[in-house]
């Protein structure tokens, strides 16, 4: 439920940011919610009624974790994401963000909308999912804008680090052009974020030991093939096998 309400937030932000670049118009909470809300229910029809469905086509239709392990929904857990979608899209549409975004619109150049943004660290391909990133002329800076619909966490300033390192390598420009922002929607808090030349020395040791301690899983490297089952241990912070993937073949769970 978290990581579906996440998507579908972030889907009908980028819309709206969309629509109010291409027509001059905003659209209203209740509207938002209301579109949200009935992708939330399409997914929980597709959970309920389309099992076999999606068992042929997974990439086709939904699946809501807690339906296919509980095989229901709580219903304080539906009470508590409806009272969520009023408060993340009245926060989106009254954030500095996007009061930025209507008041220039004229001065400021969005960042290429690419689904698939990716670059080269250490000779390895990384995919960069950014949210939203422009550059405003009038302050000569590049912005990078997070949306958050989950709580804080000590993760974020390093994911935004990440695509600092994105925007200076691929515009060509420096650090002390680059702003970066988490919006947190529950809240309406907002945070900002100037990183160094350390922040990005940072990154890339973090990327290097990250890749180091994958490779320890690849068997051969060259066909990408893993190591055996066996030899994944599984993790001892338990709350991670909560939303886990691999949940159903693991031996811990
Ligand atoms: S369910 Fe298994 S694979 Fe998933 S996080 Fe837990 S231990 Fe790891």
């Keep these: 439920m978290p990581i579906l309400?996440?998507?579908?937030?972030?889907?009908?932000?980028?819309?709206?940011?969309?629509?109010?670049?291409?027509?001059?118009?905003?659209?209203?909470?209740?509207?938002?919610?209301?579109?949200?809300?009935?992708?939330l229910n399409a997914a929980f029809i597709d959970s309920t009624r389309y099992t076999e469905q999606w068992r042929?086509?997974?990439?086709?239709?939904?699946?809501?974790?807690e339906i296919y392990y509980y095989g229901k929904l709580q219903p304080a857990v539906i009470q508590d994401y409806k009272e969520r979608l009023q408060l993340v899209f009245n926060h989106f549409l009254r954030s500095e963000t996007f009061q930025e975004i209507t008041a220039r619109k004229g001065?400021?150049?969005i960042g290429e909308p690419e689904q698939f943004r990716s670059m080269k660290m250490d000779g390895i391909q990384v995919f960069v999912v950014m949210d939203f990133h422009y550059y405003n002329e009038q302050t000569d800076k590049w912005?990078?804008?997070d949306w958050k619909t989950g709580g804080e966490s000590d993760d974020d300033r390093q994911q935004l680090a990440l695509y600092a390192y994105y925007v200076q390598q691929k515009y060509r420009v420096s650090l002390a052009q680059i702003e970066a922002y988490n919006e947190y929607l529950l809240t309406g808090n907002r945070k900002k974020y100037?990183?160094?030349d350390f922040d990005m020395a940072?990154?890339?040791?973090?990327f290097q030991?990250?890749?180091?301690?994958?490779?320890k899983y690849q068997a051969d490297i060259f066909a990408n093939e893993p190591v055996d089952l066996e030899d994944f241990e599984p993790t001892n912070?338990?709350?991670?096998c909560r939303s886990c993937n691999f949940r159903e073949l693991c031996r811990q769970s």
């Design 5 to 39: 309400f996440g998507q579908i937030v972030h889907r009908f932000i980028e819309q709206a940011i969309n629509d109010y670049l291409q027509t001059g118009t905003v659209p209203t909470v209740e509207e938002l919610v209301q579109y949200a809300r009935g992708q």
């Design 56 to 65: 042929q086509k997974p990439t086709k239709y939904y699946m809501m974790q």
């Design 107 to 109: 001065s400021l150049r």
């Design 143 to 145: 912005v990078i804008i």
């Design 194 to 196: 100037q990183f160094t």
């Design 202 to 206: 940072n990154i890339l040791h973090t």
């Design 209 to 215: 030991c990250s890749v180091l301690e994958m490779k």
């Design 237 to 240: 912070e338990q709350w991670q």
